[in-house]
């Protein structure tokens, strides 16, 4: 515990005292510890008023007829006065040497305390039978490694009282087990004795530790007389140094931000006049910032005013940061996800407007198709797949597949570039060769992220004939009864992806198609797995595939619907590693 009536606490200068122009809020800052120091004044003139009028009069108290005596009272042994002291209390005498140096301490008594203590800690058997005065160190040979030699040697020097320090030291039982002894020591010179007093220590260095490792700690304002009585950790909490002054509670206002100086006048309000329990956040702008939790009550007599303010501070500063920080994060990832949210309905609904509704037309052509698009789990749930399939003035069937880099808004922008660039031009009616090297310029001329993959086909009813571009992308498969082959890429391999060099040619392979053949044009995320290569995948993809068409695909468009839903479930599963795209082609007659 500390205790002061020092009012020499040097407060911070108010801001804007320095010669800067005062702000409102310093203005209300001002105004309100003015108010404070008159609220605290007022305060201790009620207290002294009650004090006054509580004084006894002079020559005795109420209903007395003169001065009191007190009463004759027996004279004690000093067996009894030991008996009635509340701690454990040893009676050692200093063994002195022909030149009057202690050489030793016997231990020559104890008082109650001693006795019932030692019943409740010490296993029986551990110390042998009291029979008399016997060396201390002797008896408790572990506490000469403790500081009790020193303070006995310097009691006796001296004639003052020595301690409180801490002393931990052991007593083996007959077991072998160690009983841990912890007391705060205190040395009391006595006449020709030296007083060994024992206090159990471990609660108070536990709560002091608990009040320092949670910056906690407790001061008591004194309204009547100013002085402050505080726990050790009070400067700690308040970031003062260890020597300073205790800061009245008009000086704790001063170090308060501007903001916080009003919730503590009300604070203290509350206290002093309302006599409540009261408790506010407080931000300290000296000597550094940090936020103080602050939880006040009053104390005072039954009938008169409030004469000690009692509180508990919490350092809070870590805390609250925390809180703030977790909050500002927690904000942006709301808006982010907003932002997300806006991002996939935008790039949602431009799917649902750029993903073809295959035209009714087909079967006239011989021909029907099927597709499925799967998206991503664990992304924004929209990614750059894209599939066209169109008749052309020419009596053809045009028929792509592609992927566009990345996910989100820009991959389905650039998806819709390339599907709508690739509509138009495939009007020219120019062999898919060309078609892919014009969409390769168009994806070029995008800029250096816009890349992509496809497959672009085109079917000639009246040969039977699929002529297709590989740019980048997986191979097709055709499905022939209950037979699935990888198609071969085109001669000299498949070309470059769309929009990586400017210029690249293409070549194209041919596939003829029988009643029933069904191509199946099909992005990377349907078989990529993470860890694994092209072959395993691809060969994970064949048997899937034979599997699904074990029995053949029967003939209409629902069945073949239900072949490709089949494919994608049982090569993705309910959460794809990425966006997987199956098109289906079917010649029909």
């Known amino acids: 515990m500390s205790t002061t009536s020092d009012r020499r606490y040097d407060a911070p200068a108010a801001p804007g005292a320095s010669g800067g122009a005062a702000t409102p809020d310093d203005k209300r800052r001002r105004l309100k510890l003015v108010a404070l120091d008159a609220l605290l004044t007022a305060q201790q003139r009620r207290i002294r008023a009650y004090a006054l009028s509580r004084a006894a009069p002079a020559g005795g108290g109420p209903g007395s007829g003169g001065p009191l005596r007190p009463a004759p009272a027996a004279d004690p042994s000093a067996r009894h006065l030991l008996d009635a002291l509340p701690f454990v209390t040893l009676t050692v005498t200093p063994l002195l040497d022909g030149r009057d140096r202690v050489r030793d301490f016997l231990y020559t008594g104890q008082n109650s305390a001693a006795r019932a203590s030692a019943g409740r800690v010490v296993p029986p058997g551990t110390l042998p039978p009291w029979t008399g005065p016997v060396p201390l160190f002797e008896r408790f040979p572990h506490l000469a490694d403790t500081p009790v030699p020193r303070m006995l040697?310097?009691?006796?020097?001296?004639?003052?009282?020595?301690?409180?320090?801490?002393?931990?030291?052991?007593?083996?039982?007959?077991?072998?087990?160690?009983?841990?002894?912890?007391?705060?020591?205190?040395?009391?010179?006595?006449?020709?004795?030296?007083?060994?007093?024992?206090?159990?220590?471990?609660?108070?260095?536990?709560?002091?530790?608990?009040?320092?490792?949670v910056r906690v700690c407790w001061a008591e304002w004194n309204l009547g007389d100013g002085t402050v009585e505080t726990s050790l950790g009070l400067r700690g909490v308040l970031g003062l140094p260890p020597a300073h002054p205790l800061p009245s509670l008009a000086d704790l206002g001063r170090m308060l931000a501007a903001d916080s100086v009003e919730p503590f006048y009300q604070a203290v309000y509350d206290v002093l006049l309302r006599k409540r329990v009261t408790q506010c956040d407080l931000r300290l702008v000296e000597p550094r910032e940090r936020i103080v939790h602050f939880v006040a009550e009053p104390v005072r007599a039954e009938a008169g005013p409030v004469w000690t303010l009692r509180a508990v501070l919490h350092d809070v500063t870590e805390e609250r940061r925390s809180r703030a920080l977790a909050e500002q994060a927690l904000r942006e990832a709301r808006a982010q996800r907003e932002r997300a949210d806006a991002l996939v309905d935008v790039a949602e609904r431009l799917r649902d407007a750029v993903v073809p509704r295959f035209p009714s037309e087909l079967a006239r052509y011989g021909v029907e198709a099927a597709?499925?698009?799967?998206?991503?789990?664990?992304?924004?749930?929209?990614?750059?797949?894209?599939?066209?399939?169109?008749?052309?003035?020419?009596?053809?069937?045009?028929?792509?597949?592609?992927?566009?880099?990345?996910?989100?808004?820009?991959?389905?922008?650039?998806?819709?570039?390339?599907?709508?660039?690739?509509?138009?031009?495939?009007?020219?009616?120019?062999?898919?060769?060309?078609?892919?090297?014009?969409?390769?310029?168009?994806?070029?001329?995008?800029?250096?992220e816009s890349t992509a993959t496809a497959v672009i086909a085109r079917f000639h009813p009246d040969r039977n004939l699929l002529r297709w571009t590989c740019a980048g992308h997986p191979c097709p498969l055709l499905v022939r009864g209950s037979d699935v082959t990888l198609l071969g890429p085109p001669q000299g391999g498949p070309g470059m992806p769309l929009g990586v060099l400017p210029g690249e040619r293409y070549t194209a392979g041919q596939t003829l198609m029988g009643p029933g053949d069904v191509v199946l044009l099909y992005s990377d995320g349907l078989?990529?797995?993470?860890?694994?290569?092209?072959?395993?995948?691809?060969?994970?993809?064949?048997?899937?595939?034979?599997?699904?068409?074990?029995?053949?695909?029967?003939?209409?468009?629902?069945?073949?619907?239900?072949?490709?839903?089949?494919?994608?479930?049982r090569l993705t599963g309910p959460h794809t590693e990425d966006d997987a795209t199956v098109l289906a082609f079917r010649r029909v007659a």
């Open 371 to 448: 597709a499925v698009y799967r998206p991503e789990a664990r992304t924004a749930r929209v990614g750059g797949d894209w599939y066209k399939t169109r008749m052309l003035p020419s009596g053809q069937v045009l028929i792509a597949l592609g992927d566009a880099r990345g996910h989100g808004l820009d991959a389905v922008t650039l998806m819709a570039k390339l599907r709508y660039a690739l509509a138009g031009l495939a009007f020219t009616g120019r062999p898919v060769e060309e078609l892919t090297a014009w969409l390769n310029e168009v994806a070029c001329d995008d800029g250096d």
């Open 153 to 213: 040697a310097e009691a006796h020097r001296t004639g003052r009282v020595q301690g409180p320090e801490p002393a931990e030291w052991s007593l083996v039982a007959p077991d072998g087990t160690v009983v841990r002894m912890s007391h705060e020591v205190r040395v009391a010179p006595c006449g020709d004795l030296l007083l060994l007093i024992w206090e159990r220590g471990q609660h108070s260095r536990t709560a002091r530790a608990a009040q320092r490792l």
């Open 527 to 569: 078989i990529e797995r993470r860890g694994s290569d092209l072959g395993r995948d691809s060969g994970r993809l064949l048997r899937t595939a034979r599997a699904a068409a074990r029995d053949g695909i029967p003939p209409g468009s629902a069945a073949l619907d239900a072949y490709v839903q089949q494919l994608v479930d």
